[in-house]
């Protein structure tokens, strides 16, 4: 099930980095359907998370797609090279942000192998937010795409919620200029998958 619009505006950018673990990001791109469950995420908060691009409502070319509504993605180039898919959430001009960090393949794993130019699926497919999204087929012309579209390229589709025991939250990763806000457990995992990042 897809979810609606109210799913994404929720203001707890924590609680829903939670809730989307086990849930499947899913792209149809050039009639190829590619879907994984998704394991590890990381959230984002602007009005005073020093670690998010939008840290204190700061407005650039890039960040303005974090001031939509929720529900939309934004997608950006990493050190020149990645594309990362970030899942924009809460009420629009709150710049809250979920990294979605590492998949575990579920459909379309050979054009995920084409994609990757790897020839046999193993973690490193999927396990990490550049290759992911490699995989995936998301670059930045998905970025301001709303997810919640029924022509959207990629979407969300909702599973029932893993069980606290089973996750494991830590500090966020590569983001040292953050000072304070290093440390925080923002990092969230389906602990003993196979494909997490690092």
């Not at 609680?15 to 959230?43: F, P, Q």
């Not at 303005?64 to 899942?87: K, P, R, S």
């Not at 995920?112 to 999204?133: C, D, E, F, H």
Request: aromatic share 8%; hydrophobic share 35%.
């Amino acid at each position: 099930m897809r979810p609606d619009r109210s799913f994404f505006t929720d203001s707890d950018v924590v609680t829903l980095s939670k809730r989307l673990l086990g849930c499947h990001l899913n792209t149809l791109i050039d009639g190829k359907i590619t879907s994984g469950r998704i394991v590890e995420t990381e959230a984002y908060r602007g009005r005073d998370d020093k670690a998010c691009h939008a840290f204190n409502y700061k407005r650039t070319r890039r960040t303005e797609t974090m001031f939509m509504e929720g529900g939309h993605a934004y997608v950006y180039l990493c050190y020149g090279i990645h594309n990362l898919f970030n899942i924009v959430v809460n009420v629009e001009g709150e710049p809250d942000a979920i990294l979605i960090r590492a998949l575990e393949p579920i459909e379309g794993v050979d054009e995920m192998l084409l994609r990757r130019k790897i020839n046999k699926i193993k973690p490193q497919l999927t396990a990490g937010p550049g290759v992911l999204s490699k995989a995936m087929g998301i670059d930045k012309s998905m970025n301001n795409v709303d997810l919640t579209a029924i022509d959207s390229p990629v979407w969300i589709e909702l599973m029932e919620p893993i069980e606290a025991q089973n996750i494991f939250s830590g500090p966020r990763i590569g983001i040292n200029y953050a000072e304070e806000c290093v440390e925080w457990p923002w990092r969230f995992c389906i602990k003993n998958n196979d494909y997490l990042s690092r």
